[in-house]
């Protein structure tokens, strides 16, 4: 079963305007990650946030966590249309690496 | 740095049949992990090898296997195909430890079983 929950599904905005994406997720964890994929093809990551964070920035990407609410968010501000693409959440329980547990992810359409 | 590698990129089998997947990870990497993906059920997490020692495993059946090379190249297997198979196998390579910051993923392998 899956660890992480994210909503929405689907989300459909102009260029310029903010995404925002959020995750919920089960257990504890040491870390949580956001990762893009365009069109089936491989996972490219964007940003990770540590489980004593509560909010990280990476260009237009903001991400923060909430580990008493089991949840996280990611913002991207001024989007483009290169931006289209599918979100992932991932956690990881171990700390170590190597295994990942994904949510299910939100499409992201950004319309020029 | 060559990113990660997987062969071959698509793949159509026959049910009973038995595929074998490859994945080259990024130089230096000694943890390689498997992922499914899949419409119905997402991302799922298969294996993970390191060292030649598979150190994590997922809910999979024993039908699904990998073994890790001395170079740390990685190969899935998995017999008697099943049409529920049919998905996106994606290998993802990292440093382990508690200071590694990402996965970094290949392309993926596309099996169709027919």
């Known amino acids: 079963s899956q660890q992480g929950e994210e909503d929405p599904q689907a989300l459909s905005i102009q260029e310029g305007e903010n995404a925002t994406m959020n995750c919920s997720y089960k257990?504890?964890?040491?870390?949580l990650q956001w990762y893009r994929q365009n069109s089936g093809r491989g996972l490219v990551h964007l940003i990770l946030?540590?489980?004593?964070?509560r909010e990280k920035h990476s260009g237009r990407l903001r991400v923060t966590l909430d580990t008493s609410k089991k949840s996280s968010s990611l913002l991207i501000t001024a989007s483009r249309a290169a931006d289209t693409a599918s979100y992932f959440c991932?956690?990881?329980?171990?700390?170590?690496?190597?295994?990942?547990?994904f949510g299910q992810g939100t499409e992201l359409s950004v319309k020029p | 740095k060559a990113g990660v590698t997987q062969t071959p990129r698509y793949l159509i089998k026959t049910r009973g049949q038995q595929v074998t997947l490859s994945c080259s990870p990024i130089?230096?990497?000694?943890?390689v992990s498997w992922y499914q993906q899949t419409p119905g059920q997402g991302l799922q997490f298969l294996f993970e090898?390191?060292?030649?020692?598979?150190?994590n495993k997922g809910n999979f059946p024993g039908r699904f296997s990998g073994r890790q090379f001395s170079n740390s190249r990685s190969e899935m297997n998995v017999s008697t195909l099943e049409l529920g198979d049919s998905a996106l196998y994606l290998c993802?390579?990292?440093?382990?430890?508690?200071?590694?910051?990402?996965?970094?993923f290949g392309p993926g392998t596309r099996l169709t079983v027919l």
């Open positions: 130089s230096g990497h000694r943890s």
């Open positions: 946030i540590r489980s004593n964070e």
């Open positions: 993802a390579s990292s440093l382990r430890g508690p200071n590694y910051n990402e996965q970094f």
């Open positions: 257990t504890s964890i040491n870390n």
């Open positions: 991932a956690t990881d329980l171990t700390n170590q690496g190597g295994k990942l547990i």
């Open positions: 090898y390191f060292s030649e020692t598979q150190r």
